[in-house]
Structure formats: structure tokens, C-alpha cells
């Protein structure tokens, strides 16, 4: 008898700790998945306000156009957004006009075939942020056309499929200045050198005077121009657009105009607006690629979020 109630005393024990066990996993689990919920929840919400501020963004551009013969850093859709509260959190933002930098798809031509003066100025700019400038042919390699190496350390499809995993050259334009990395021999180091001054816009684009970077005007004509410092631009450019095209013109001979003025201007088509949301504990960056074409014809072409 006493043997028996031992053992139903153990039984009992192990039945109590069984449940025990299964209610902690049961509550563990029901809080992680509240957590999960209430995480993809907030992740919803901040999606809804990033598009938000991406349409405020675009109707911006689009006051812009009819208010403004020039795009300059001293115009309201130039100023960061500061944080403003929305329910549950922040929103930031930041629009950035893209023409600003130069763009990767101006090394080939319209017919998709290098173009010499475009490779001389990425082969330029390389220099000035401390790369090396042969990245600017083999990109032109990884753009054009045709499968034959324009140089001899140029790449095509032979040296991509011999990677692991093998791929193969793009043959036309990018979508994203990334793909330099898929280039033979490049890293990550090199490549954040070059990612503040280059851009991938599907269309051949003008480098606007009025918001390139230093480096980027600098690299526009052989020996430099006169606008390559940063102090000089940022001085100037508080009150309006600076150089001007006449500005730059003035500084350059008769030949070196007549071949660099239709790759320069004094209005964009293209920014980019980067939208950061906090609702609670989560976050989220939108990276969103607007064209504008008119005053009623602003769109987003590209969206990424998390990286630009």
C-alpha cells in the first residue's frame, strides 16, 4: 500500500511539472507571437507613413517646378525633415537631388556603346575620393553591349561564369550603383570610396551645377575646374544656385565649354527621398527614386527599404 501511494505521489509530482513545463511554453509562445504581431503591426504602420511622406515629398517637386527656374540647396524641398511625431513614434526625411551625382549609365551611349568623355570623367572622380580610376572602364565593360573585354583588364561574361556563384555582365543599364560590387576584384572598402558620388538613373542624365558635390565638379573637365572646393560651394550656395552654368563657362575655353555644355545643367528630373519611421521598437527606412517630368507628372520608379 505504501508502495503504491509512493508511486502515485511520483506520478502526481511528474504530471504537476509536465503542465508546468507546458503552460511556461504555451505563455513563452503566446508572448512571442504578440511580440511578432504587435512587431509586424508597427512595421505596417510605419510602411503607411513612409508612402505618406514619399506623396508629400513628390508634391513638393511638383510646387517646386512652378515656382523655380533652377534646383539649388537653398529650396524648401532641399531642407531635412526634422522629427515629427506620429502615432506611436518619428518620421524623418531627406530629399536628395540625384543629379547631383554622377551617373553610372553615362558611360555607354545611347546605343549601349562606352562613351569616351563619360569614362574620363568617372576616370577623374575615381581619383579625387581615393579609388582607382580603372573601375571606370571596367563599369563600362559591365554596361555595354557587346561580350568582348574593352580593355585588357576589362570583364565580360567568360570571367563573370567563372565566379561562385556564376553570373553574368548586366549588357545595359543598372538599377542600382550595388552592381559595382559584383565587379572582378572590387570590395566593400572601395566601393563606400565611390557610393556618395555615383547614382544609377536609367536615363543619360546632366550633372546639375547647382547641387554636385565637390568632387563632382571637380571631375568635370581635365585639370579640374574652379568650383572643387566644398567651403567655396557651401559659402555660395546659401542664397541660390552656385555656379550657374555662365559661372563655370566663364572659367573654361572656347572648346572645353563647347564639349562639356550639354552634360551640365541647372534643374534635375530625378532625387531620391529617404524616409526613416520609428513606431515603437521598430524601424524603417524608405529609399524611394522620384522622376519628375512636369508639374502633374511626379512618380516613384524605384522603391527599396533597409538599403539604399
Known sequence: MRRQRGVALITAIVLV?????????IGTRAALDLRRTAGLVALNQ??????????????????????SETDHLAEAWAQPLPGLPVDGGELRGALEDMQGRFNLNNLIDENRVPDDAGIARFERLLLLVGAQPRWARIM??????????GIPEGAE?????????????????VATTTE???????????????????????????????????????????????????ELLAANRRDGCFPTRADLQATLDAAAWLALEGSVSERS?????????????????????????GPNAVRT???????E
Open 157 to 173: 561574361d567568360s570571367t563573370y561564369l567563372s565566379q561562385n556563384p556564376p553570373y553574368r555582365a548586366a549588357n545595359g543599364i
Open 17 to 25: 511539472a509536465i503542465a508546468t513545463i507546458l503552460a511556461v511554453h
Open 46 to 67: 510605419g510602411w503607411h507613413v513612409a508612402l505618406g511622406a514619399e506623396a508629400w515629398a513628390a508634391e513638393v517637386l511638383s510646387d517646386d517646378l512652378e515656382d
Open 180 to 230: 559595382m560590387m559584383s565587379l572582378p576584384g572590387m570590395t566593400r572598402e572601395e566601393f563606400e570610396r565611390i557610393r556618395p558620388y555615383v547614382t544609377a538613373l536609367p536615363v543619360g542624365t546632366a550633372i546639375n551645377l547647382c547641387t554636385a558635390k565637390a568632387p563632382v565638379l571637380a571631375a568635370l573637365v581635365e585639370g579640374g575646374t574652379d568650383f572643387g572646393d566644398a
Open 301 to 307: 520608379v524605384l522603391r527599396s527599404t533597409g538599403t
Open 269 to 293: 528630373d530625378w532625387f531620391r527621398a529617404v524616409t526613416a519611421v520609428r513606431i515603437g521598437t521598430s524601424e524603417l527606412t524608405l529609399y524611394s527614386l522620384i522622376e519628375r517630368n
Open 140 to 149: 563600362a565593360d559591365w554596361l555595354d553591349e557587346d561580350t568582348v573585354p
